[in-house]
């Protein structure tokens, strides 16, 4: 088991570019979250997704950020027309899920750190 | 809705010394779950212990214990004999029961171990 990845680890872009960021969960995790982590700060959620449904939105997720898991396995977040405000860490976590309503525990990728120039 | 506090930025502590991080919650809810995260630098963050609300006892994770006090909605963490590879930040969390999936952190503290 490798654990949560993500792709790339950095990005440096330009304002008003658009960027792809992309996750891989721990496998057979049905349960995969986005969450913004700005410098000295602690993560804040930004969407959640179980299987290939995305179930929550945060008021921070604007429109011009979308995120989608197509078959329930790798997720990626694409921001549209980058702004400076964008800067942060993203965060992707997995869980595996379990049933019977009991909060199961969630993973950490390493984060891909976006500098919007 | 919910928040997180934790009231100290930044801690600093002797290698073998026992030190306390503090947390503090505010929720409605009767049922959720506690975490403290560690994230050194430059490193993916990692659990370090969980608490259910509806647990009395404490939880304990090797050197890494909790006090959960749930009617003063307060959860700190202690981590004895420090060591140099405990320098991190150190973020609480919260999280509502029966398929929550948000976890509300709070800002964070940076504890530094001291050789």
């Known amino acids: 088991d490798t654990g949560v990845s993500q792709d790339p680890r950095h990005k440096i872009t330009k304002r008003g570019q658009n960027v792809t960021f992309r996750c891989d969960p721990i496998s057979e995790h049905n349960r995969l979250y986005w969450y913004r982590q700005t410098l000295g700060q602690g993560p804040e959620f930004l969407t959640y997704?179980?299987?290939?449904?995305?179930?929550?939105k945060s008021r921070l997720l604007s429109d011009r950020f979308s995120a989608e898991r197509p078959k329930g396995s790798f997720s990626t977040l694409e921001i549209q027309r980058t702004e400076q405000g964008d800067s942060a860490m993203y965060l992707c976590a997995s869980s595996s899920g379990t049933s019977g309503g009991i909060t199961d525990t969630q993973y950490f990728g390493p984060g891909t750190r976006l500098t919007v120039l | 809705a919910q928040t997180v506090t934790q009231s100290q930025p930044e801690m600093s502590v002797q290698e073998a010394e026992t030190v306390t991080l503090s947390c503090t919650y505010d929720?409605?809810?009767?049922?959720?779950?506690l975490f403290w995260y560690k994230q050194p630098p430059s490193r993916q963050m990692i659990l370090v212990i969980r608490q259910e609300a509806y647990k009395q006892q404490n939880a304990t994770e090797n050197r890494f214990s909790v006090n959960f006090q749930k009617a003063a909605k307060s959860f700190s963490l202690k981590i004895s004999d420090s060591q140099l590879g405990d320098t991190a930040m150190y973020f609480c969390?919260?999280?509502?029961?029966?398929?929550?999936?948000?976890?509300?952190f709070g800002g964070g503290t940076r504890l530094m171990v001291k050789p």
């Open positions: 929720t409605s809810e009767n049922n959720y779950y």
């Open positions: 969390a919260f999280i509502k029961d029966n398929a929550g999936n948000m976890l509300t």
């Open positions: 997704f179980q299987n290939e449904a995305q179930l929550e």
